[in-house]
């Protein structure tokens, strides 16, 4: 008995070892840099230009026929009147009618070019929803420190400070070494195939294979992961796919008088809620892994050791990430039953009945195994279950050891001063993902700092660029350039 409790006893310290060894370990990843020294720049007049960029009411609607082509080409009018040196000095292109490539030669032009991406097109505003906003939505006013409306933030505040930042640079006399190239499609929002896709297969026809793309859809987050004070810049290194499953079921019909046991409605009620019942598993993998990689460090010692001993520690970390739905998102396929539809009248048995669950792939997932997932869970042949079209896998992980996540993570350091950097699963669809036939280090990143409540906004109701940290962003791309090309 004695030996058994010694043999525990050096067995607990043991373990206690390892933890307290492992944790000691893990140490900061973060690149040590100087703080730039940042541009003069005049922020009345950056706030003013963008602000009424948020005039051109540059919508994607879903019905094709909605398009507004006239706010499109105002919009590239204004952009070649207000950023005369850009047009001066950069190749403008147009690709799929309303898409805009510019190419700023390098002073080495062999060299791989840099390509920032951003996108021109908007969400619509809600109807219903016009008079909850502070300021009217494409009425492009400055207030309170903010430049108010839809795009300011997604995504006409990055065109704008890309923009901003070469029309800046070309004032110095600036050149690039290697070519710089900006791509900003015009329907982002509705998948990018008449923009991305076209500009995507241009650069292929051309050869050019960028050194790196840098798009959004990652943001400098302020309160978000609990145990961090300091505001971590999330650079998305890859992207979750998205699959619409169908569950259709088709009944005989008749009066609702006699009924079967279960009509079609209620059959495939019960696939739904099987499958809401039933969720793909959670995995802390990949993006998600590496972010904590790249945070634990910095976070006070119970975290830090929770997260430098996953091997001990993994089932209460995961716990915990997904008791709220925005964590839950970056550790597992989710699953959103989105649609249901069946049934013509009261007192008719429906000969027909469908549900959509929408699902957002996590990498290591494939559009084919939640399909099959679903066929497991819910294992009833009357169920018909077929993916919709336009499901998208999802996308690689960009490298995180080369020179290209280097360039941005020491260009945030330098630019927002004690912020530390991590990778970042983006949970949403981007522009980015068609530019992955042209190089593997595609990052996605906003210059901007944004807390829980700014990101509602996207999409939402008062959506808000500050003017500060507008004035960032542009500081940000100036820095970027400048660091990506060097100075000749
Ligand atoms: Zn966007």
Do not use: C
């Amino acid at each position: 008995m004695k030996r058994i409790l010694t043999l525990l006893a050096f067995g607990a310290l043991a373990v206690i070892a390892v933890l307290l060894m492992r944790t000691l370990r893990f140490g900061s990843k973060q690149i040590q840099v100087q703080p730039a020294a940042p541009v003069v720049l005049d922020r009345q007049a950056l706030a003013t230009r963008l602000a009424q960029a948020l005039q051109f009411q540059t919508i994607s609607h879903q019905d094709p026929g909605q398009f507004d082509r006239e706010q499109f080409l105002g919009l590239h009018n204004y952009l070649a009147e207000q950023f005369p040196l850009v047009h001066a000095h950069l190749k403008r292109e147009t690709v799929g009618d309303f898409s805009l490539l510019y190419t700023w030669e390098g002073a080495e032009p062999t060299r791989k070019p840099v390509l920032l991406l951003a996108h021109m097109d908007v969400v619509p505003v809600e109807p219903g929803t016009e008079d909850k906003w502070r300021y009217p939505p494409f009425a492009g006013r400055i207030a309170e420190g903010f430049i108010w409306g839809r795009g300011s933030v997604d995504d006409k505040g990055s065109v704008f400070a890309i923009l901003e930042a070469v029309e800046t640079l070309l004032r110095a006399g600036f050149q690039p070494r290697a070519p710089v190239l900006l791509a900003f499609g015009h329907d982002e929002e509705i998948g990018g195939e008449r923009g991305a896709q076209q500009i995507v297969a241009l650069l292929q026809s051309r050869r050019i294979q960028p050194e790196y793309v840098l798009d959004e859809g990652g943001a400098i987050i302020q309160g978000m992961i609990p145990g961090i004070a300091v505001p971590v810049a999330a650079v998305g290194i890859a992207e979750k796919g998205s699959v619409s499953v169908e569950l259709s079921v088709r009944a005989p019909g008749g009066h609702s008088s006699s009924p079967p046991p279960h009509t079609a409605v209620g059959t495939v009620s019960a696939a739904v809620q099987r499958v809401e019942d039933n969720q793909m598993p959670v995995e802390l993998r990949g993006a998600t892994l590496r972010l904590f990689e790249a945070v634990g460090p910095e976070m006070p010692f119970a975290y830090r050791l929770a997260l430098a001993n996953l091997w001990l520690f993994r089932a209460v970390v995961e716990r915990q990430l997904v008791s709220t739905p925005a964590t839950n998102a970056t550790v597992r396929t989710t699953t959103a039953a989105t649609m249901i539809e069946g049934g013509v009248k009261e007192n008719v048995l429906p000969t027909n009945a469908r549900a959509v669950i929408n699902f957002r792939i996590l990498p290591g997932d494939s559009v084919d195994s939640v399909v099959e997932h679903v066929r497991r869970i819910v294992n009833d042949a009357q169920v018909e279950i077929r993916p919709l079209p336009g499901a998208r896998e999802p996308t690689a992980d960009a490298p995180m050891d080369g020179p290209s996540f280097s360039v941005v993570a020491r260009t945030i350091r330098e630019v927002f001063p004690g912020t530390i950097v991590g990778p970042y699963l983006t949970i949403g669809g981007t522009d980015a993902r068609s530019y992955e036939p042209l190089t593997q280090n595609i990052y996605r990143f906003t210059p901007i700092i944004a807390d829980p409540s700014d990101l509602i906004r996207i999409h939402g109701i008062n959506e808000r660029m500050s003017v500060e940290n507008f004035e960032h962003a542009v500081q940000f791309f100036v820095q970027l350039i400048k660091n990506s090309g060097g100075a000749r």
